[in-house]
């Protein structure tokens, strides 16, 4: 059994009994020991390795609400917003109106032609965001702009929307006739009543999906794209992450496996079972989740499911309470309906599996809470741990109730700068935006609080996630309830222990201390010490996992 031990400049432990070290000793890739050399002298014979000796340690960071087709995206055509880095280091450029937006589309419809690509053949993209576009809306009529032939779909940043133009229309048959909930149609003029190109959530979209398959738009399951996933985490000093919808195919868990089986993965992943418009019922879903258990080993963990309410705020299809959207749009889409989540989450619950909720509007927060409050009075279950995902608009009471019942929050901190002025304008108004991610709020009431990017819906980073919460500032400089802000060791706790915590390894994983994996981020700059406001700016130089060293990819 070889010993290696580490010094470093600081090694923060987030272990409140031993808060700082100058040494950790590893051993079959758990951590043997924390404190200084002479303490872990007497486990006996080891290698001093000061590869870290000018560097920072802490624990690697934890994204508990992630995708792992933030890898593979890639492979389609960026159409953001925000200046974003890509799985190599090259920054892709902004575009800041809907004539920038035609004009990529453009540009990437002649480059297919001139590489001899069929008319036939879909244009995929993906990023676009029309919310900050002034309240304009992408239809038809733009994208027919870029090719009025070749079917052009694009993915918004949050998932939960998509733009076609006519050609796509008429490939996947949606025409005025057409009755699907999410169908957006034109308004008055000479198009009225005819579809504007805008798909809203899950069953809209799936008119296109059918046509184009899963492997195309929503990114497929691929053992490169999975590889770019862990090069990215290893950049941002992650070393376990959630793929936290995932239909776990034969295909998807054979991906997974080869992956993560081999010992250059730098990234452990936890990927959630999709128990919404699936494929199986939720006895067959909650059997097949538990079948796959056995498979687990270190760097890949089954055994969380993910269920759906409502859709994006920013999307204006998220479920809210009185008085509504801020400027007026109606009330959004039911992904599943009360009846059916609590029917279905009640089946997961009692076959023992841990359930992470996406609910997004303070309606369908709600709902959540008082459909899991029936199912723990029927069905009681000590440390089920079950968690509410983005939650952006819980309140104090409702953070109350969530302490009584044991539910943890997994809060999504980063709509505080992607979004923040947009809610203060747009969906929210000032007063409930500047409550958004109401990070205090839940510690206040002692709920169990983690924090999240929703990659690739923002870009993944603890460090930034951590840095929102903590300065809650927007693009525009505007605070967003300072009452709300984090303080950075809770923050740090937030994108470790607290994470670790909402996905059950917080015995594994989330500190430095005896027993634990010997997972940590390598950091050039130490967080305590910085000015909270370039918290965000804090360097990381790589990983380690279970005891291999990883060298992030330099940018």
């Known amino acids: 059994m070889t010993t290696v031990v580490y010094p470093a400049r600081k090694i923060i432990t987030m272990n409140p009994m031993q808060a700082e070290a100058t040494h950790v000793a590893v051993r079959d890739g758990r951590v043997l020991g924390v404190g200084d050399l002479a303490e872990l002298a007497s486990w006996g014979p080891y290698t001093l390795d000061e590869r870290f000796k000018d560097k920072v340690l802490m624990p690697g960071l934890i994204e508990g609400h992630c995708h792992l087709k933030e890898g593979s995206m890639w492979d389609m055509h960026y159409l953001g917003w925000f200046d974003r880095r890509d799985p190599l280091g090259k920054v892709w450029a902004g575009l800041r109106s809907m004539d920038a937006v035609v004009e990529r589309l453009t540009q990437v419809d002649a480059n297919m032609t001139a590489q ?28 027919d702009r870029a090719s009025a032939t070749r079917p052009i779909v694009i993915a918004h ?26 169908v957006v149609k034109f308004k008055g003029g000479a198009q009225s009543g005819e579809p504007t190109g805008e798909l ?21 399951m691929t053992e490169a794209g999975v590889a770019s996933f862990a090069a990215l985490a290893c950049m941002q000093g992650v070393t376990t992450a959630t793929d936290l919808v995932n239909k776990l195919t034969p295909h998807d868990c054979t991906v997974l496996e080869n992956v993560l089986s081999n010992d250059a993965c730098s990234v452990r992943i936890l990927p959630a079972f999709q128990a919404f418009h699936g494929t199986h ?44 959207h801020f400027n007026g749009e109606p009330n959004g889409i039911w992904v599943t309906s009360p009846e059916q989540f609590e029917a279905d989450f009640e089946t997961y619950h009692r076959a023992g599996l ?23 009075a029927r069905a009681p279950r000590a440390d089920h741990r079950h968690t509410l995902q983005h939650g952006q608009m819980i309140d104090a009471p409702m953070f109350r109730r969530m302490a009584s019942l044991g539910l943890c929050a997994n809060l999504f901190a980063n709509h505080l700068w992607y979004w923040g002025d947009q809610h203060y304008e747009m ?23 983690a924090i999240h990017s ?18 809650r500032i927007t693009p525009k400089g505007r605070l967003l309830g300072e009452s709300e802000r984090l303080s950075v060791p809770q923050a740090l706790h937030a994108i470790t222990l607290g994470a670790a915590w909402t996905l059950k ?51």
């Open 427 to 449: 969906t929210m108004g000032p007063d409930r935006a500047n409550r958004l991610d109401a990070c205090g709020s839940a510690l206040a009431a002692g709920v169990p609080l």
């Open 116 to 143: 001899g690509k069929p008319a036939t053949e879909p244009l995929l993209a993906w990023g676009f965001d029309p919310i900050y576009f002034g309240g304009e809306r992408m239809t038809v009529d733009h994208l």
């Open 354 to 376: 841990q359930i992470h909720t996406h609910t997004n509007g303070d309606e369908a927060s709600e709902v959540a809470i008082n459909a899991i409050e029936r199912i723990l």
């Open 454 to 471: 929703d990659a690739p819906v923002t870009p993944l980073g603890p460090i930034f996630t951590a840095w929102c919460a903590v300065n």
């Open 281 to 324: 019922g939720a006895a067959l879903g909650a059997e097949h989740v538990n079948s796959l258990m056995p498979r687990n080993s270190d760097r890949l963990r089954y055994g969380l499911v993910k269920m759906m309410l409502d859709g994006s705020i920013q999307g204006f299809s998220s479920r809210m309470r009185w008085p509504g």
């Open 200 to 220: 809203q959530e899950p069953a809209a979209m799936f008119l296109v999906i059918r046509k184009i398959g899963t492997a195309g738009l929503l990114a497929p």
């Open 505 to 555: 390894l917080d015995h594994e994983i989330g500190s430095i201390e005896c027993g634990k994996r010997a997972d940590f981020c390598v950091l050039e700059d130490d967080p305590l010490t910085v000015d909270p406001a370039l918290l965000k700016d804090v360097r990381v130089w790589g990983t380690v996992l279970s005891g291999r060293v990883f060298e992030a990819r330099k940018v």
């Open 157 to 182: 940043a949050n998932g939960h929307l998509m733009n076609v133009n006519s050609a796509m229309l008429k490939l996947a048959e949606i025409t005025a006739e057409n009755e699907v909930e999410g």
